[in-house]
Nanobody, 116 residues
Framework: QVQLVDSGGGLVQAGGSLRLSCAAS????????MGWFRQAPGKEREFVAA????????SYADSVKGRFTISRDNAKNTVYLQMNSLKAEDTAVYYC?????????WGQGTQVTVSS
């Protein structure tokens, strides 16, 4: 079992920044890749960013490349998403994800609202 708790969302003006956190517990966090997804109202959940177990490999959706940075601290069992230059279209609920043995674990989500 893995428990993921997302935090750090909020209301920010366009051009601003937020840092999301995902605290993991229950299994060997440092063994697994982690990711962030988001879901805007009326849209499907979409991939945002991912990071491998060591933090040495990252990937991003084209829509956030150059603005968002994913990182992790295995000593704290936490993965982060630093979001800069936020745009109104970044408004969504953001979810932390971990896939283990083909099963997806999700955080509860944290709301990010960007006002234009």
């Amino acid at each position: 079992q893995v428990q993921l708790v997302d935090s750090g969302g909020g209301l920010v003006q366009a051009g601003g920044s937020l840092r999301l956190s995902c605290a993991a517990s229950g299994r060997s966090f440092s063994s697994y890749g982690m990711g962030w997804f988001r879901q805007a109202p009326g849209k499907e959940r979409e991939f945002v960013a991912a990071i491998n177990w060591s933090g040495g490999i990252t990937s991003y959706a084209d829509s956030v490349k150059g603005r968002f940075t994913i990182s992790r601290d295995n000593a704290k069992n936490t993965v982060y998403l630093q979001m800069n230059s936020l745009k109104a279209e970044d408004t969504a609920v953001y979810y932390c994800n971990c896939k283990i043995a083909g099963y997806d674990y999700w955080g509860q989500g944290t709301q990010v609202t960007v006002s234009s």
